[in-house]
């Protein structure tokens, strides 16, 4: 989402006092979409042990966004949602963060079954802001 064109009028326009970003996605991004299904009452643990993560991977040069949802008729279950400019850097660099290292070494014992992991190929990002 780092190429952000303002060829259309459309790209970036004006609605309802917010701006619409609109924008093609480069060749070698990759967006990881993970499910997390953890154990009851532990969702604090969790949430206490990512968002230290996913506030240290914003500054990451290689990052590009990432969403954290909760399934609103499972409040147990997650999903992460992670785009990243590079799969060598995230698989060679990124995951061994020391940043991560907590959240790592604790989610095993969260879990009540593994995570599900997908990769995606993004092509176009339309974001409101």
Same mark, same amino acid.
């Given at each position: 989402m780092t190429n952000l064109s303002a060829s259309s009028a459309d790209l970036h326009k004006k609605t309802n006092h917010r701006t619409l970003v609109s924008s093609r996605s480069q060749p070698?991004?990759?967006t990881y979409v993970i499910i997390f299904h953890l154990k009851t009452g532990v969702q604090a !643990?969790?949430?206490g042990l990512l968002e230290p993560v996913l506030d240290a991977m914003r500054d990451?040069?290689?990052f590009v966004n990432a969403v954290l949802h909760q399934d609103p008729c499972a409040d147990a279950?997650? /999903?992460l949602y992670e785009t990243w400019l590079d799969r060598e850097d995230v698989l060679n660099? !990124? /995951?061994h963060r020391p940043y991560r290292k907590a959240f790592w070494d604790t989610l095993p014992e969260?879990?009540?079954q593994p995570r599900q992991i997908q990769v995606w190929k993004p092509v176009r990002t339309d974001l409101v802001i």
């Open positions: 070698t991004e990759e !643990q969790f949430l990451e040069d290689t279950t997650y /999903m660099v !990124q /995951m969260l879990l009540d």
